[in-house]
């Protein structure tokens, strides 16, 4: 072998050696990466499991609430005997399944903790974004009423197929109906978009 021959030899060596190194660096770059990754994305759904508390409740549980009836009085009608529920301690930043006696999902909503403006001393707690739910008689959903940072946003009403027929919208400040969606067979036909009390403009969907 002469010297040319060993010189080939030699460099052809170094190549290689620099091949198998950069490669060995992007197995591990690759490595590191998906590490890095999939630690991310375990890390981001602890955070969001561990972000808010959720509790499922029984109004006929003692032990969560208390139980008040009294009479109501309205125009025109006869009284009726109505009962209230209060609850025991609720946690603040929990977020609550309600149910009645009938299992029936009444009530879903984080309950909050908030400090008046006037007096910091005095925290009030209520259930700011929640959702209200009504029933038929013979057990089906009627409507629900969705509660935004303490006001109104808006009322589904449904049909016996469960399907939503209208949605009644809120204006936030003045809590007049700002529109209405009219739905038929699930599908949305016309909004109404209200300028006062019983003038409106109808805006047909389209196909």
Known sequence: MNSIQALQITIKLKHM???????????????????????????????????????????????????????????????????????????????????????????????????????EWNKKGAFYDRTVYYYKKNGKLKMTNVQKDGRMFKTEYFNSKKRIKEIKYYDKKSSDTDRIEMYKNGKLKETRVYKSFSTYTTIKAKD
């Open 17 to 119: 050696r620099t091949a198998i190194l950069i490669s060995l660096l992007f197995i591990s770059t690759v490595c590191l990466g998906n590490t890095i990754a999939n630690s991310s994305v375990k890390l981001l759904k602890f955070n969001q499991h561990q972000e808010t508390d959720t509790l499922t409740v029984f109004q006929n549980d003692e032990t969560v609430f208390t139980k008040k009836s009294d009479f109501v009085t309205r125009p025109c009608s006869r009284p009726q005997l109505v009962t209230y529920y209060d609850l025991i301690e609720p946690k603040d930043g929990t977020y609550y399944f309600i149910y009645n006696d009938k299992k029936q999902l009444i009530q879903e909503g984080k309950y909050t903790v908030r400090v008046s403006t006037i007096d």
